[in-house]
């Protein structure tokens, strides 16, 4: 029987990665061994995911090789457009479209389990998000283009039109700032699946299904509505007192593991900076502005953790100003992510052993049996 028990399996070792490495105390993040600010702002969102499946960035000559191999697995089959098609008439989240589209893409192909596999999953994701939501606003899909990068491929699949620039680099810095992150909820649970010898798309579906919660990955819708509430109202002081004196958490704040500022809050509020500037408007003054009351408000509450801000704060401004709809915010971070939990999975894979923990038992003991009719 095991003595203590981690809630939550806080501060408990569970997997050797180099994938990732958090450090919460001092708030730094590496992703294949690069400082996230310099992959994010450098890379391209294939550079990445080159970087997680291989752990060494690609030559010229790979790297095209990799983006022309990634953008023709983009199709997806028309079986799982009539499951998108069905999800958005019924107006389902885009979490529930994109678990329900993941899970019926392995119709049309026999492969599940490889590195081609792998980058399969991570291509059809945009295109699962894009045509879901083509047919929520009632309309066609539109079909990927090769010629496209992944992030811009991803924009135009959502809007019919070619992106600017601008847009592509900022959605692009937030791709390559959420790609990985140490074993949160997520990829623990794609680990855990293919630990048991499962397949690729299995994980990613189950993946897709823990990062949906508001504890984790359904935190910058509510942000943004947070944020447009404030700046429309002003006085952000009212708003931080008023939820936290009825109990209620602010969203975008706080993390399990950093115990000072979250570093891809640092990195996206400068890309958003750089989204924001030129435009004749005031919100992301009213956002930088409430971050510092609300840092301020949750110090003065004391507690045993310092709150500070997390990634999923300025992933709201930053989304919101490259034009991706606020209903599909989670969904863009699992557009990134997948690559991630890809990676963590092929490398589950290769030094498996089955993620089975132990529970104490802390139920009846010696009860005897009564006949349904004598209860
Ligand atoms: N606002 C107000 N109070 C908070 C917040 C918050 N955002 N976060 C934690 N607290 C309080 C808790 O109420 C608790 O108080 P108590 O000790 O008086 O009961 C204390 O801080 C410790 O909180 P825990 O729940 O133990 O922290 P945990 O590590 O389990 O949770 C989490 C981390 C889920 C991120 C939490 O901070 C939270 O709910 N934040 C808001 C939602 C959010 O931003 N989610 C996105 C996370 S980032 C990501 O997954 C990509």
């Known amino acids: 029987m095991s003595e203590t028990v981690n809630r939550g399996l806080e501060g408990i070792t569970v997997a050797e990665t180099r994938l990732s490495d958090i450090d919460g105390e001092s708030g730094a993040l590496t992703i294949g061994g690069f400082p996230v600010v310099e992959l994010a702002t450098n890379a391209t969102y294939e550079e990445s ?18 983006r022309a191999d990634l953008a023709s697995r983009r199709e997806i089959p028309e079986e799982v457009r009539a499951v998108l098609r069905r999800a958005a008439a019924e107006d389902r ?3 529930d479209a994109l678990r ?18 792998a980058r399969r999953v991570v291509a059809v994701v945009p295109t699962i998000v894009a045509t879901y939501w083509r047919y929520r606003r009632g309309n066609e899909p539109v079909p990927p283009r090769e010629d496209l990068g992944h992030a811009a491929n991803y924009l135009y699949m959502l809007t019919g039109t070619e992106p600017d620039e601008a847009a592509v680099r900022g959605l692009e810095t937030y791709l390559n700032t959420v790609v990985d992150h140490g074993v949160n909820a997520s990829t623990f649970t794609a680990r855990t699946v293919v630990s048991t010898q499962s397949d690729l798309i299995s994980a990613a579906t189950a993946a897709v299904g823990s990062l949906k919660g508001p504890l984790h990955g359904g935190a910058p ?6 944020l447009r509430t404030v700046h429309e109202r002003g006085d952000p002081d009212a708003y931080v007192r008023e939820k936290l004196d009825a109990g209620e958490r602010l969203m975008g704040f706080g993390h399990r593991v950093y115990r000072v500022r979250d570093p891809r809050a640092a990195v996206l509020s400068s890309a958003a900076d750089r989204l924001y500037q030129g435009r004749d408007d005031d919100f992301f003054e009213a956002v930088r502005a409430f971050e510092t009351v609300a840092v301020d408000a949750l110090a003065a509450r004391g507690g045993d953790r310092r709150l500070d801000t997390n990634v999923e704060f ?10 991706i709809p606020m209903e599909l915010f989670t969904t863009t971070f699992a557009v990134s992510r997948v690559a991630g939990w890809m990676a963590h999975c092929l490398e589950q894979r290769a030094d498996n052993r089955l993620i089975r923990p132990v529970s104490r038992y802390v139920g009846e003991t010696d009860r005897t049996w009564t006949p349904v009719d004598e209860r």
């Open 93 to 95: 989240p885009a979490m």
């Open 314 to 323: 300025y992933t709201a401004a930053l989304l919101e100003g490259v034009g």
């Open 49 to 66: 995911v080159f970087l997680l499946f291989e752990d060494r960035l690609p030559t010229a000559a790979e790297l095209a090789g990799f």
């Open 100 to 117: 329900m589209g993941l899970a019926a893409s392995t119709l049309g192909t026999a492969e599940s389990a490889s590195e081609e596999a």
């Open 221 to 226: 819708g509510p942000v943004l509505d947070m």
